[in-house]
């Protein structure tokens, strides 16, 4: 009898714990939500890179810090889809450099960009960046060595990173990331809707509803 009661309660205790997690779960996608929709100018910025057909009708916004990990797992994954549905999708990439000198990295390839380089120096540093984060900390000296072979003037890339719309644009960047209360990267928006939960399957699965509503 109190072995049958015991299981009893750990399996109530087990539900109330699925639900309250799942309700937990609901409550902050849909704060997340609220927040956007108060707040729609903190999504996309002038300033903002984009990857993909104007035209595209399903938007992904990353919030991305180069120096993190899972975003360099998730960066391929996202260009696959874009891959898949070239003339449909588009990403939208913003800033959120939480780790120790990830600033630099993001001045670095804004300076890139203003040499047309934008997006194969990010790419070369995600795929090196074992070799110049090390214990979650960017080390700006090593950075540096893994720029060859790219084209660019190194020089003047030194010069473009101390520019003060790349100050001002990093800034606006991290204020938009308190206004949306990201604490975390990658954080994803799939046409204004944040996950429902963090994971491959979830951003896949939004953006295939997105392309499911946007081309009927």
């Known amino acids: 009898m109190k072995k049958t009661l015991f299981i009893s309660a750990a399996v109530i205790l087990l539900l109330a714990f699925v639900g309250g997690t799942l309700y937990y779960g609901t409550e902050k996608t849909e704060q997340a939500g609220q927040r956007v929709d108060e707040n729609t100018s903190a999504l996309v910025r002038e300033h903002s890179r984009v990857l993909g057909h104007a035209d595209a009708r399903v938007e992904i916004v990353e919030f991305l810090d180069p120096a993190c990990e899972t975003c360099r797992h998730f960066y391929p ?5 874009l891959a898949a549905h070239p003339e449909r999708i588009r990403l939208v990439l913003r800033y959120a450099p939480f780790h120790q000198n990830a600033d630099y990295v993001v001045a670095l390839v804004e300076a890139a960009g203003k040499q047309g380089k934008y997006w194969e120096t990010l790419e070369a540093l995600l795929a090196a960046q074992d070799d110049w984060v090390v214990n979650h900390a960017v080390q700006p000296e090593r950075v540096w060595r893994h ?47 944040p996950l429902p939960s963090f994971g491959y399957e979830p951003l896949k699965k939004l953006v295939d509803e997105a392309l499911a509503s946007e081309y009927r």
């Open 147 to 193: 720029l060859e072979g790219l084209g660019l003037d190194l020089a003047q890339l030194q010069n473009d990173m101390n520019a003060p719309e790349i100050a001002r644009l990093i800034a606006q960047d991290m204020a938009d990331v308190n206004t949306l209360n990201i604490n975390k990267t990658p954080e994803f928006f799939v046409n204004g809707k």
């Open 77 to 81: 994954f996202v260009k696959e889809m």
